[in-house]
């Protein structure tokens, strides 16, 4: 249980996809001008992040490395990552039209976000087994959404706030999202002493 809730912890805050890893940026300085986007694609990455591992793991460990077709993992796993998005485009377009709209061009993006592909890649490099990977999921998704929820607040105040001219836009986005991910490091002792 402590192993979990290391692995758990630490993908949540110190190893963040998007503070840390700086995987998954374009999503977050993209969704994260409203909290009601940013956590509306932070469920969706999640449950794509859960989604993902569930598929990969099995058919790596089950299929791909007993064949000795290990090398083909990247292209497989991008494949079922499309499907699991199309699979959740269909659903949001359904059951919930506003959030959809919302997503705009970002939600079919989840399909060549680099955090998922990563997520998926870092577990298997990471010899996880299956219930680690999939906590190690859950604690990724959970941290992307923690990142997206804290610099929409971010964004929020800077969007109000007295900007120098030549810092409106993208570069006063980029220092926020700079100075966010350092103060994310602090958290690098953190697990080690919550846990020891």
């Not at 990455?45 to 598929?55: D, E, G, I, R």
């Not at 793991?57 to 079922?80: M, S």
């Not at 680099?114 to 890649?121: D, E, H, Q, R, S």
């Not at 105040?157 to 926020?176: C, M, N, Q, R, Y």
Request: with cysteine.
């Amino acid at each position: 249980m402590k192993e979990m809730a290391i692995i758990l912890f630490s993908a949540i805050l110190v190893d963040n996809f998007v503070l840390s890893r700086f995987l998954g940026i374009c999503p977050f300085l993209g969704v994260s001008k409203s909290r009601k986007t940013a956590m509306g694609m932070s469920l969706a990455v999640l449950f794509v992040m859960l989604a993902a591992t569930a598929f990969t793991w099995p058919v790596f460990h089950l299929v791909l490395r007993p064949l000795g077709l290990g090398y083909l993992q990247t292209l497989v796993f991008i494949l079922v990552i499309a499907a699991l998005v199309q699979c959740i485009e269909a659903i949001l377009k359904k059951s919930v039209p506003t959030l959809y709209r919302a997503l705009g061009i970002y939600l079919p993006l989840i399909t060549t976000n680099c955090a998922v592909l990563g997520l998926t890649i870092l577990n298997i490099d990471a010899d996880y087994g299956f219930l680690q990977s999939i906590v190690n999921s859950l604690g990724a998704g959970l941290g992307f959404m923690l990142a997206l929820f804290i610099f929409s607040g971010v964004r929020d105040k800077v969007d109000h706030a007295d900007v120098p001219e030549t810092f409106k836009g993208l570069p006063i986005t980029l220092v926020s999202a700079a100075l966010v991910s350092i103060a994310f490091f602090g958290f690098k002792g953190l697990i080690e002493k919550l846990f020891a």
